[in-house]
C-alpha cells in the first residue's frame, strides 16, 4: 500500500499572446496524487516425486489523480485540452484533458451517438442535444482513463521427470485506448485515392463526419498476453566430461486475448498521453529462441 | 601537529565556505539582459525586428484567407478530399464559420501576438533609449504597427479586448468597438508628427507619417460600419494628407502589372505601406512568407512560370467577379489566367498527357485507362462534381482546370521554395485617392480642386485606354475598387462598407448580418476567460 503525492509539477502551459508573445510558459502548476495497492502470491501448488507446480501471482493497483492545476500566471482554468493527432482535417482536435479531479490520461471528445436519418455520424452536444456540426473543446465529454484499474502478472513452473515449462501471463485490465489510428483510416470518400479499413467500407460517403475523433474510437484495452513461455528437457550428465546438457525452446509474445481491434493494446502507457494509438508505435514481434545448455 | 591541524582545519574550511555562498553573484556573460541590451541603435532596431516579422507571419495566410475567401473575389474549394481541411475553406465560402474555425483563430492569434510583441518591444525600448527623436520616432513606429493590427482585429470582429501594457498579465474585457476605434484614432494620431516624413528605401517596410494617415483614411471611410457615425470629411481630410505630402505618385498603365512582380520594392511609388517578402532571407523558424503562386497557378503551368515545385492551385475567382473585368483595354485584365493556355511566347499550347478516367473521373467506357492528350483550358465555372456536402469539385484534370486564376503577385521563378519574393502592398496609393473619392460621393465636401469623377479618372486613366469616365456612382465605384485592389485582400471591407456582404454568390446564399464580424474563437475564450463570445454565434 502506498500513497504518494508529488508537487508543483512543471508544465508548459499556453497563455493568451497578446499577455506572452511566445504563448506559451513554463511554470509549476500541478500537484498529483497516486494511490495503490500492490500484492503478491506464491504458492508451491504440487510437489510430487516425478511432478512439481509452483505458481507466483503479481496483482497492483493504482489510482491517479491530477489533485490541483493552478498557476497565477496561467489563466487557462482548472483544465487543459492535449495530445491532437493532427489527423488530416481535424487541425485542432484533442484526445485528452488534463483536469482537476480526474486521472492523467482522461479521455475528453466527442460523444458518438449513431447517425443521424440522412446516415451522417452524430454526437451529443454540450446541451445534451444531438448534432452533426460539433464544436471542438465545446462538445467534448469525459470517455474513460487510459490508466488500467489493475494490472496482473501469472507465472507458472512446472517440472515433470526431466522436462521443465515456464509459462508467464501478463494481464492489464480496465483501460480505454484512443484508436486515432483507426479513426485516421475511417474515410469512405477517400477510397478512391488511399487505403481504408475494411469496416470503414460500409459507410456512408456522405458521412463527412466519419473519421471524427470521438468516442467511437475509444475502446476497451483490457488484454492478457502469454508473454514468455519456456520448455526444456535436461539430459543431465552425459559421459565423462560433460556435466549437463540442457535444451529448450522459449517462445515471447505466444498469443495475445483482447477486444482491441488496433494492432496491439499494448500501446505507450508513460509520459503525459498514454493510451492514444496514432501511427506512433511499431507492433510487438513473436520471437522464437531453441537453446542448448552444456556444463563441461 | 595533527590535532593542531585538525583544530585549524575545520574552522578554515568553514570560512572558504562562507566566502563561497557569498560569492554567488556572478555577472551573466552568455544571456541578453536589460542591463546589456539593447545599448546602441543597431541593437535598438534588433529589438523592434520581431513586431515586423511577427506582422509578416499570417498576413499572406490568415488575413487572406478571412477577408478573401469569405467574398466573391475567390473561392478555395476540395479536390477529392484534398484542402477540405476541417471545412476551413469551405465554411469560409457559405458564410457559416464557426468560433473553431481555422482561419477565424489563426487570424486572432496572429493578430494578437503581433500586439503583444508590440507591447513588449514598446516596454524595453521605452526604458532603454535615451530620450530623443530617434526613440519618439521607434516607439511612434511600433504604436503604428499596433494600430494597424488593433485596425485589422477590431474590422474583423468587433469588440475586442484593449491589450497596451506590457506586463500587465490581468484578462481584459472587450472593448467596444467604439472605443477600439477611438483608442486607434488617438494612436495615430499621436504618432504623425513623431513618425518619418520620408518614403522610399529609408522607411520602407516599416510606417511612415503617410502610413498613419492612409489608415486614418480608412477607418473614417468606414467609420459609420465600426461606430455608425459618418467620418467622411475627416477621412478627406487624411487623404489630402497623403496627397499633399508630395510622396506618391498613380503607377502607370505600362508598369502596373510590375508593380506586384517578384521584383517590386521600395521602388515602388505607390507603395504607402508594403510586407516585404525575400525567399533568400535566412529564416528563424517561420517568420511569414508568402504563398501565392502555390495557391493560385495550375498544376499544368509549372513549366511555363519556371516555379521550382508543382502548385496545388485549388483557388480561384468566382464569375461573379471575373464579370468586373469587362474593359478590354483595361491592364488589370492581365492578371488573370483564363481559357485554353499557351506558354510564354503566346503560341505553344499547354498540353497534358493523362489517361481518359484522369481527365474526367466519372468517364464510363472501359478505355479509361488509355491515354489522352490535351491543351488546358480554364474554364470560369465552379462544379461541385464530386460531393456538394464536402465542398469538392472531384480529383481530376477537369476539376483542376476549373475557376479563373488569379496572378496579380506574379510567380517567382527566381525562388528555390514555395516562398515568393513579391513584396505585398497593405496601403497604395491609389487606394487613398479612391477613398477620397468615395467620401465625396457618400456627401463629404470635395478639397484641392478635386471631384470624385475627377478622382476616380486619375486612377482609370493609368489602368485602361478606354475614353475617361463622365460620371461615378457609388456602384462604379465599388466595380472600380474590386478591379483595383484584386488579391490585396480589401475585398471584405469594401463588400460590407457597400452592403453587399450579405448578397448571393457562388453556392452561398446566408444572409445574416452578424457575420460582418468574426466570432471570438474558442481558443481565445478559453486563454482568456474575461472574453465573451459576439452576438450572434
Same mark, same amino acid.
Given at each position: ?9 512543471i ?5 493568451n499572446?497578446v ?38 501471482l ?12 493552478t ?42 451517438a ?5 446516415g ?5 452536444a454540450?446541451?445534451g ?12 465529454h469525459?470517455?474513460g482513463?487510459a490508466q ?23 494481464g492489464?485490465?480496465g483501460n480505454?485506448i484512443f484508436n ?9 470518400s477517400?477510397?478512391?485515392t ?14 463527412l ?27 543431465g ?13 522459449t ?13 496491439d ?21 513473436r ?10 | ?6 583544530y ?15 560569492d554567488?553573484?556572478?555577472p ?6 536589460p ?22 507571419g ?13 467574398t ?11 484542402w477540405?481541411?476541417?471545412?476551413n ?35 524595453i525600448?521605452?526604458?532603454a ?12 513606429e ?9 485596425y ?7 469588440n ?12 481584459h474585457?472587450?472593448?467596444s ?9 488617438k ?15 529609408t522607411?520602407?517596410?516599416r ?34 494628407a ?11 498603365r505600362?508598369s502596373y502589372l510590375?508593380?506586384?512582380y ?7 511609388k505607390?507603395f ?41 492551385a #485549388?483557388?480561384?475567382? %468566382? ?5 468586373? /473585368? +469587362?474593359?478590354? =483595354? $483595361?491592364?488589370r ?17 499547354v ?19 488509355a ?5 488546358v483550358?480554364?474554364? #470560369?465555372?465552379?462544379? %461541385? ?5 464536402? /465542398? +469538392?469539385?472531384? =480529383? $481530376?484534370e477537369?476539376?483542376?482546370?476549373m475557376g ?6 506574379y ?46 479618372n ?20 465599388y466595380?472600380?475598387r ?8 480589401w ?28 466570432p ?6 478559453v ?11
Amino acid at each position: 500500500m502506498y500513497e504518494k503525492k508529488t508537487t508543483d509539477m512543471i508544465f508548459n502551459y499556453a497563455v493568451n499572446p497578446v499577455l506572452v508573445p511566445v504563448a506559451t510558459i513554463v511554470a509549476n502548476g500541478g500537484n498529483m496524487s497516486n494511490r495503490g495497492i500492490e500484492a503478491a502470491l506464491n504458492i508451491n501448488a504440487v510437489k510430487t516425486k516425478n511432478f512439481s507446480w509452483t505458481t507466483n501471482l503479481n496483482f497492483s493497483h493504482n489510482k491517479n489523480v491530477i489533485t490541483k492545476l493552478t498557476n497565477p500566471l496561467f489563466i487557462g482554468g482548472d483544465s487543459i485540452r492535449r495530445v491532437q493527432p493532427e489527423g488530416a482535417g481535424q487541425t485542432g482536435s484533442t484526445l485528452q484533458i488534463f483536469k482537476e479531479g480526474k486521472p492523467l490520461g482522461e479521455f475528453f471528445t466527442l460523444l458518438y451517438a449513431g447517425k443521424n436519418a440522412s446516415g451522417v455520424s452524430q454526437y451529443v452536444a454540450k446541451d445534451g442535444s444531438l448534432t452533426t456540426t460539433p464544436a471542438i473543446g465545446t462538445d467534448y465529454h469525459y470517455a474513460g482513463s487510459a490508466q488500467p484499474k489493475f494490472l496482473l502478472g501469472w507465472d507458472h513452473n512446472f517440472t515433470y521427470k526431466k522436462f521443465d515449462l515456464n509459462i508467464f501471463f501478463r494481464g492489464v485490465f480496465g483501460n480505454k485506448i484512443f484508436n486515432a489510428t483507426r479513426a485516421d483510416l475511417f474515410r469512405p470518400s477517400t477510397a478512391m485515392t488511399s487505403n481504408i479499413l475494411v469496416d470503414a467500407a460500409d459507410e456512408s460517403p456522405n458521412d463527412l463526419n466519419a473519421y471524427k475523433y470521438s468516442s467511437r474510437f475509444i475502446e476497451d484495452g483490457s488484454y492478457i498476453r502469454l508473454d514468455n513461455m519456456t520448455l526444456g528437457y535436461d539430459f543431465g550428465k552425459v559421459g565423462k566430461y560433460i556435466k549437463k546438457i540442457r535444451i529448450y525452446e522459449t517462445v515471447n509474445n505466444v498469443f495475445v486475448i483482447t477486444k482491441y481491434s488496433g494492432i496491439d493494446p499494448e500501446v505507450e502507457q508513460g509520459g503525459t498521453a498514454p493510451g492514444v494509438d496514432s501511427n506512433n508505435f511499431y507492433p510487438k514481434t513473436r520471437t522464437f529462441l531453441f537453446g542448448l545448455n552444456v556444463v563441461f | 601537529m595533527k590535532k593542531i591541524l585538525n583544530y585549524l582545519g575545520l574552522p578554515i574550511l568553514m570560512l572558504g565556505l562562507f566566502c563561497a555562498c557569498e560569492d554567488l553573484d556572478v555577472p551573466i556573460t552568455t544571456q541578453l539582459t536589460p542591463d546589456v541590451f539593447p545599448q546602441n541603435s543597431a541593437q535598438y532596431i534588433q529589438t523592434a525586428g520581431p513586431v515586423y516579422s511577427a506582422f509578416r507571419g499570417e498576413y499572406s495566410f490568415a488575413w487572406w484567407f478571412t477577408q478573401t475567401l469569405s467574398t466573391d473575389e475567390s473561392i478555395m474549394p476540395a479536390r477529392g478530399g484534398n484542402w477540405y481541411d476541417n471545412q476551413n475553406y469551405r465554411m469560409m465560402h457559405y458564410h457559416d464559420w464557426t468560433p473553431d474555425n481555422g482561419w477565424v483563430s489563426g487570424l486572432w492569434d496572429w493578430s494578437s501576438k503581433v500586439i503583444g510583441t508590440s507591447n513588449q518591444a514598446i516596454s524595453i525600448l521605452d526604458a532603454a533609449m535615451p530620450e530623443g527623436t530617434e526613440k519618439s520616432t521607434m516607439i511612434s513606429e511600433l504604436k503604428t504597427m499596433r494600430a494597424i493590427c488593433y485596425y485589422m482585429k477590431m474590422d474583423s470582429y468587433g469588440n475586442v479586448p484593449l491589450d497596451t501594457v506590457y506586463g500587465d498579465f490581468t484578462s481584459h474585457a472587450k472593448s467596444s468597438r467604439t472605443e477600439v476605434f477611438n483608442f486607434i484614432e488617438k494612436e495615430l494620431k499621436k504618432a504623425i508628427p513623431n513618425l518619418s516624413a520620408a518614403s522610399g528605401i529609408t522607411t520602407y517596410g516599416r510606417p511612415n507619417k503617410q502610413t498613419a494617415n492612409a489608415l486614418l483614411a480608412k477607418l473614417y471611410l468606414n467609420a459609420e460600419v465600426y461606430t455608425g457615425t459618418q467620418r467622411y470629411n475627416d477621412c478627406i481630410a487624411a487623404c489630402d494628407a497623403v496627397i499633399s505630402s508630395g510622396l506618391y505618385a498613380i503607377e502607370p498603365r505600362a508598369s502596373y502589372l510590375q508593380m506586384f512582380y517578384p521584383t517590386n520594392g521600395p521602388a515602388m511609388k505607390e507603395f504607402i505601406f508594403a510586407v516585404p517578402y525575400d525567399p533568400a532571407a535566412v529564416t528563424v523558424g517561420f517568420n511569414g512568407q508568402m504563398y501565392h503562386a502555390r495557391y493560385d497557378v495550375p498544376r499544368s503551368e509549372r513549366a511555363k512560370f519556371g516555379i521550382p515545385f508543382t502548385p496545388s492551385a #485549388p483557388r480561384s475567382t %468566382l464569375p461573379e467577379f471575373y464579370a468586373y /473585368f +469587362d474593359d478590354v =483595354n $483595361d491592364i488589370r485584365n492581365k492578371q488573370w489566367l483564363t481559357g485554353f493556355q499557351f506558354m510564354n511566347d503566346g503560341v505553344t499550347k499547354v498540353m497534358v498527357t493523362t489517361t481518359k478516367k484522369g481527365y474526367d473521373q466519372f468517364y464510363t467506357g472501359s478505355d479509361g485507362g488509355a491515354a489522352y492528350t490535351y491543351q488546358v483550358n480554364l474554364t #470560369p465555372d465552379i462544379v %461541385l462534381r464530386q460531393n456538394p456536402t464536402l /465542398f +469538392d469539385c472531384g =480529383n $481530376d484534370e477537369i476539376a483542376w482546370n476549373m475557376g479563373y486564376r488569379n496572378i496579380k503577385f506574379y510567380p517567382d521563378a527566381t525562388s528555390t521554395s514555395r516562398n515568393q519574393n513579391n513584396d505585398v502592398p497593405f496601403l497604395r496609393y491609389s487606394d487613398v485617392i479612391l477613398m477620397k473619392a468615395e467620401a465625396i460621393l457618400r456627401g463629404g465636401n470635395a478639397t484641392l480642386g478635386h471631384t470624385a469623377i475627377s478622382l476616380v479618372n486619375m486612377v482609370r486613366s493609368n489602368r485602361s485606354t478606354s475614353a475617361a469616365w463622365t460620371s461615378v456612382t457609388l456602384e462604379d465605384l465599388y466595380k472600380e475598387r474590386s478591379r483595383e485592389f484584386t488579391h490585396e485582400a480589401w475585398h471584405r471591407n469594401d463588400m460590407i462598407r457597400f452592403g453587399k456582404f450579405e448578397g448571393s454568390w457562388g453556392f452561398k446564399t446566408n444572409s445574416d448580418t452578424y457575420r460582418r464580424t468574426f466570432p471570438i474563437p474558442t481558443n481565445a475564450l478559453v486563454l482568456n476567460p474575461a472574453l465573451t463570445q459576439n452576438d450572434g454565434y
